[in-house]
């Protein structure tokens, strides 16, 4: 494993519904932490498989969610009611499923803007909430694809390395539909307090050895560094399969 100057730790769920229970204890801790010290918990949320499971381990925390905050990770720059909108997916997961939960708590991008204007403005509707440009995120919910990509920050795309006092930028040349989007940068994220990685399927065992075990920075997602958070892993047993045939298997929880 590289050498971390962070606290790591890996959740290899057996099931789903383990799965569920690790992202509600996370959700559960980072919410009650946020909330002895200020009124608004502040969570980053992501898209694909990471809706269903979201809303699932809220439905199954029971947790009061009216002073939280849901701001997107990425978006992708369509219409609200496009079907391809994470904000959209949302709103219809939780809308059903989490009826308390306002769609004024989520924080949505500005997409009938030009996409840069909306990387601006997500930015600055970013720093108008917490109140300050120096902006840390309570806990941060990422996905990761097959490639390695994480918000929509993609392999071999010059933007995903580059420091910048940008918060959140424009992406033209998506390799995933849709081309056009916006995402957090690398230095918001990592100045996170929580970072959590969410991920399933079969297709990612490969990256997700080489990026948390190897450590391969030709991936978007090793650039997750926190700069003085916590950064927490959780597969399910497929995504995990190659951390727990590695030499490392002992450093990591199964549950
Ligand atoms: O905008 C997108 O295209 C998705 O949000 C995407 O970035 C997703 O988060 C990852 O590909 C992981 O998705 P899965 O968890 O569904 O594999």
Redesign the pocket.
């Given at each position: 494993m590289p050498s971390r100057k962070y606290p790591f730790h890996v959740n290899v769920a057996e099931t789903e519904d383990i799965l569920v229970q690790s992202l509600s204890e996370i959700l559960e801790r980072c919410s009650s932490k946020a909330l002895k010290n200020r009124q608004t918990f502040r969570v980053g949320i992501?898209?694909?498989?990471?809706v269903q499971l979201l809303t699932r381990a809220l439905v199954a925390s029971k947790l009061k969610t009216d002073c939280w905050k849901f701001f997107f990770c990425?978006e992708?720059y369509v219409p609200d009611d496009d079907n391809e909108s994470?904000f959209n997916a949302y709103r219809t997961e939780m809308h059903a499923k989490l009826p308390t939960i306002l769609e004024s708590q989520l924080i949505k991008a500005n997409t009938t803007i030009s996409l840069d204007a909306c990387a601006c403005d997500y930015a600055a509707r970013i720093i108008d909430e917490f109140g300050t440009s120096c902006v840390v995120f309570d806990l941060l919910l990422l996905?990761?694809?097959p490639d390695g990509?994480t918000?929509?920050l993609f392999p071999d795309r010059p933007q995903f390395q580059v420091h910048t006092e940008q918060l959140v930028i424009p992406i033209r040349d998506s390799p995933?539909p849709p081309l056009e989007?916006i995402t957090f940068t690398l230095p918001l994220i990592n100045n996170a307090n929580d970072v959590v990685f969410v991920?399933?399927?079969a297709s990612k065992a490969d990256v997700v050895k080489r990026v948390f075990i190897d450590g391969d920075k030709s991936f978007p997602s090793a650039w997750v560094e926190p700069t003085h958070g916590n950064l927490t892993l959780i597969t399910d047993k497929a995504a995990g399969a190659k951390l727990l045939s590695s030499d490392c298997s002992t450093s990591l929880n199964r549950c």
């Open positions: 992501s898209g694909g498989s990471l990425d992708r994470t996905g990761m694809g990509h918000c929509s995933k989007r991920v399933t399927g």
